[in-house]
């Protein structure tokens, strides 16, 4: 079926105007990261302007308040994948590949947590974590994180350990090897992809939340989106430092993305043709 020049460019105005809607924030907002403080509330707004680095050297240089908040978001977010993953995986194997008579109550509960609103969690979690003393540290932000991160990785190694042969394993157990071993040599080589797609993802959850941080961690260990809301003052709001953070906030995911972009095309494709 061949479009037509009016279909074409119908679809072109829908595509730019989708654009528009969904880019047009962001590249304002990194354009409002480069601007002089004294070019932010012009009217009308200009587009074109000389680029400035002020915003950036105020928030990471000095006083760089916004540094060591940098510094806690990768800790943070990398010790909560250390702890989530071996769990996950743990649990997605044994779902996947032993009879559990509950194993759809499981499954359901696992998802529950993962869509119940993070709000629910605060209270309980506040409370615990003073009690034994971890409140406003690290360990605090990341044993919260689990709650998102855990459930999320099961339902996601599970769907990956599933589409992979169990054949394999049984062929080494034939041959003499333990269950870990097949695991270690035969599973684990294969769910690669889908591991480094479930730690993508686990890694953007803890590094956008902003939730359990911004009541969990004190100023030693606030995270990079804590940092961006300290710049609502009663004094007015410093739009340039925010955008400016926004945009630092915004480049280690995407360095990820960019970086082991095809573990994520290969992971979100596992299983879709089987030979």
Same mark, same amino acid.
């Given at each position: /079926?061949?479009?037509?020049?009016? +279909?074409?460019?119908?679809?072109?105005?829908?595509?730019?105007?989708?654009?528009?809607?969904?880019? @047009?924030?962001?590249? $304002?907002?990194?354009?409002?990261?480069?601007?002089?403080? @004294?070019?932010?509330?012009?009217?009308?707004?200009?587009?074109?302007?000389?680029?400035?680095?002020?915003?950036?050297?105020?928030?990471?240089?000095?006083?760089?308040? *916004?540094?060591? +908040?940098?510094?806690?978001?990768?800790?943070?977010?990398?010790?909560?994948?250390?702890?989530?993953?071996?769990?996950?995986?743990?649990?997605?194997?044994?779902?996947?590949?032993?009879?559990? &008579?509950?194993?759809?109550?499981?499954? /359901? $509960?696992?998802?529950?947590? $993962? /869509?119940?609103?993070?709000?629910?969690?605060?209270?309980?979690?506040?409370?615990?974590?003073?009690?034994?003393?971890?409140?406003?540290?690290? +360990? %605090?932000?990341?044993?919260?994180?689990?709650?998102?991160?855990?459930?999320?990785?099961?339902?996601?190694?599970?769907?990956?350990?599933?589409?992979?042969?169990?054949?394999?394993?049984?062929?080494?157990?034939?041959?003499?090897?333990? &269950?870990?071993?097949?695991?270690?040599?035969?599973?684990?080589?294969?769910?690669?992809?889908?591991?480094?797609?479930?730690?993508?993802?686990?890694?953007?959850?803890? $590094?956008? *939340?902003?939730?359990?941080?911004?009541?969990?961690?004190?100023?030693?260990? %606030?995270?990079?989106?804590?940092?961006?809301?300290?710049?609502?003052?009663?004094?007015?709001?410093?739009?340039? +430092?925010?955008?400016?953070?926004?945009?630092?906030?915004?480049?280690?995911? /995407?360095?990820?993305?960019?970086?082991?972009?095809?573990?994520?095309?290969?992971?979100?494709?596992?299983?879709?043709?089987?030979?």
């Amino acid at each position: /079926m061949r479009t037509t020049t009016r +279909q074409k460019i119908f679809i072109y105005l829908l595509i730019a105007l989708t654009l528009v809607v969904f880019v @047009g924030p962001i590249l $304002w907002f990194v354009m409002l990261a480069f601007r002089a403080p @004294g070019d932010t509330y012009s009217n009308p707004p200009t587009f074109f302007f000389k680029p400035t680095f002020e915003s950036f050297y105020v928030t990471f240089i000095n006083p760089g308040n *916004n540094a060591a +908040q940098l510094r806690n978001s990768l800790i943070v977010s990398t010790r909560t994948i250390m702890l989530s993953l071996p769990f996950s995986l743990a649990a997605a194997y044994s779902l996947s590949r032993y009879r559990i &008579r509950a194993k759809r109550f499981v499954m /359901m $509960w696992y998802i529950g947590l $993962w /869509m119940a609103p993070p709000i629910v969690f605060i209270i309980p979690y506040f409370i615990l974590m003073t009690w034994i003393g971890w409140a406003g540290s690290y +360990q %605090a932000m990341i044993v919260l994180l689990q709650t998102i991160t855990i459930p999320f990785s099961i339902w996601l190694l599970k769907s990956f350990l599933d589409e992979m042969p169990f054949e394999l394993e049984e062929a080494a157990l034939v041959d003499g090897a333990s &269950r870990l071993q097949a695991f270690v040599r035969i599973t684990l080589p294969l769910a690669l992809p889908g591991i480094i797609v479930t730690s993508i993802f686990a890694f953007v959850f803890s $590094w956008n *939340n902003v939730l359990f941080p911004l009541v969990l961690s004190k100023q030693a260990t %606030a995270t990079l989106p804590v940092g961006a809301i300290s710049f609502f003052a009663s004094t007015g709001i410093y739009w340039n +430092q925010i955008a400016a953070t926004a945009v630092v906030t915004m480049l280690p995911p /995407m360095v990820i993305f960019l970086v082991l972009g095809r573990y994520v095309v290969r992971g979100l494709t596992f299983g879709a043709v089987k030979g």
